[in-house]
């Protein structure tokens, strides 16, 4: 395995190459890509308790996380600071992270987010989206909130961060909300960020969200919400590269993880695609997808690897979406080794997903969706098989199939328009768009 002593003497061109240089076995055990960002000791450590924290779950512990960051931000240590939770409750309002810190759960903390919203202040929509993501105006600023930082770590002994997302989800579905809902936690423009051995539980909205950062590792997590509670995704990259999301379980009520790059003419304007993304080990269960991919991918995304994947009791095992006015591109996507039990549909590649923020999207800003590989996938109980079904005058290009096994008790096909490529060792058969022995070239069961 690459060192970080090693990666260190590699050239900046070929950092984001990491994740896929690392696929090859070369018989070395297990491949990780989480060695793009080292872990770190930290040579001093403060506690909340120092600050006045009262861990009873019942006393307000906002000052104390606020105070205690500002300590670290303005009195820096040589080599960062670890700010220790012990266990207990720690009820808290929203709070905003420094560089060169570590924020530590000891086995049994729980942070935990107060339910009045007066403690989440509003900040400005992100510039990629034009517009909160579910209402116009801002959005409420996520729990844990990072942005133009670097150098952190969020990491323990498998303590939990509780959003107490339900008064959130119930005023969603009754329609009360006058803003977007806070993410349970958020980094813009950070880079050299590691979360690991931490469990996320009951997010008001999606629940881990790196946007228009690098070098992010997330390891060794476990994102938990009822299966009911709206949008809560648990892994959104956006407009983000150089990403490992490894060895997790994830179970929400919205996507497991979602590959996301700016909403329509706002993230064309913005332009900063994801790239570089490299998810593998991940289990779990969702009504909607397993790994996705859009449908917000305006500012493109590419070099995506996939594998090892294990989905249950899942909407869409495989889903990347996409929609006229979108622009961008999603090209060079590989999904390798994934297991499906119980799903609605296998794979799902669309060209008609998603709303819009207003209406004044591009018509014609047609996104490209070229380069998808899918292979050795394997799945039983599964209600549809799939469908590609690419825009009307910008077919997908150069999908392949390769080795896709799908078993269930139903005698629905595989439907597609607008699509080319090839399809080798697929049940059942799939659409003839999908059989050119042209295009076999780019397409095989190897890795």
Known sequence: MLTAKMV??????????????????????????????????????????????????????TWPFRKAIYRIQHLRRRGGTMLYVPPGVWLTGSFNLTSHMTLYLARGAVIKATQDSWHWPLMDPLPSYGRGRELPGGRYTSFIHGNGIRDVIITGENGTIDGQGEVWWNMWRQRTLRFTRPNLLEF????????????????????????????????????????????????????????????????????????????????????????GITIRRIAGSSPFSGIAIGSEASGGVNNVLVEDINIHNTGIGIHIKTNVGRGGYIRNITFSNVYMNNVRKGVRIAGDVGDHPDGDFNRYAIPMVEGVTIKNVWGVHVQQPGSIQGIRNSPFTRICLANVKLWGSWNIPWKCTDVNGAAIGVHPWPCAQLTDNFSRGFCSTSL
């Open 188 to 275: 813009m423009h950070s880079s050299d960020i590691i979360i690991s051995n931490v469990v996320f539980r009951n997010s008001p909205f999606w629940n881990i969200h790196p946007v228009y950062c690098s070098n992010v590792v997330i390891k060794d997590v476990t994102i938990l919400a009822p299966h009911d509670s709206p949008n809560t995704d648990g892994i959104d990259p956006d407009s983000s590269s150089n990403v490992c999301i490894e060895d997790s379980f994830i179970s929400t009520g919205d996507d497991l993880v979602a590959i996301k790059s700016g909403w329509d003419e706002y993230g064309i304007a913005y332009g900063r695609p994801s790239s």
């Open 8 to 61: 260190s003497r590699i050239p900046l061109a070929l950092v984001v190459l990491l994740p896929f240089l690392w696929q090859c076995r070369m018989g070395l055990g297990e491949v990780t890509c989480a060695g793009i960002v080292p872990m770190k000791q930290r040579r001093e450590v403060i506690s909340i308790v120092d600050f006045g924290g009262v861990g009873n779950g019942r006393t307000l512990n």
